[in-house]
Structures are given as C-alpha cells and as structure tokens.
C-alpha cells in the first residue's frame, strides 16, 4: 500500500466577505512574546507548537520560504511579503486541529459542519478572506512543510501574495494510531 495515503493533505482557498464576532474559549498566545528556543525547525514536534517561541520560529521559517520565488506544481510565484502572527487564526486553527483529532478525520468541514469561513468568523478573523492547509501524520514541522511545499496546492498557499496573517496548529492524535494532525491557516486583511 502506498505509504503517502498515511499523510493525506488537502488544501483550501477561498475568499471571505464579511466576519462577525463571537466568544472562544481557546486562550490567546502571542508569537513574539518568547524569543528564544532550544530546537532548530527540523526538531520542532506537534506539542512544541503550543509554545509561542516554536510558533515564531513557523513563522520565521515560512516568512523566509516567501521571500523566495518558487515553482508550485505549474504555477511560478514570486517573492511574497511577510506573513504577521494572528491569534484568532491560531485559535481557529487549534480548534480545527482538535476537532480532527478528537473525531479522527482530516478535512476542511468540521465535526458539525462548519467550513473555513465559518471556523474563522467564530473566531473573529476580521479579515476579507483566508486560505488552509491541513495534514495527519508528520512526527516534526520540517516534514509536514516540505511535504506542503511539493504539493502544488498547499504551495500555492504558503506562497499566495494576497496573504497576510498565518497560524499554525497541531494536536497528537494520542490513540494507537499516534497521528498528529496539523492545520495552518492563512488571511487577508
């Protein structure tokens, strides 16, 4: 059996017009409020992800895969601007992650039903449209972005210079499975 069926990834893009607000119970955390770290990216495990520090270190690893030019599958993109830390998408992206996780599913639909723009209008993204990558079953962040990274479409929306603010989440998967499952989000302001 192919091995890849183990890391299904599936990639989401769309536009928002509106956002209203909501309550959220998940606490808020702050990306550059830690700035030092003990773990290079390729060290960097699920749980470290709920340290504001590793946090900063995603995003410091994707803010200098943008400023590159890449080819995504046939699409060339050019260098694109720094991505901001943005709590309300980590916060969605943590609930995602935990839904996923708790109901072992990978996908962009909820438990309940909600799609990504009503997973980010609940937790009050006040932005005019985002974009998800998710994925199962990467042990380390290096792993789950470079397998985003050769997938077209999860490429095309690290890459996508319409983006601003980016979040990114991972909840272990703690039954005989032992599946991580991650969700990184991205928005427009």
Partial sequence: MN???SFIQAPVLILLTACSASSSIIPQTTAASVTQIQKTTTEISCQDLSNPAYQQAMLNAINEIRKHPRQCGQQHFP????LTWNNQLYQSAFAHSKDMTEHNFLGHVSSTGLDLKARLKRYQFKG??????VARGHQNLNDVTQKWLTSPVHCSNIMNPKFTDYAVACIPNQSSQNRNYWTQQFGVR
Avoid at 79 to 82: L, S, T, V
Avoid at 128 to 133: I, L, P, Q, V
């Fill in 3 to 5: 091995h890849l069926k």
């Fill in 128 to 133: 005019r449209g985002g974009g998800e990558n």
């Fill in 79 to 82: 260098a694109a601007a720094a």
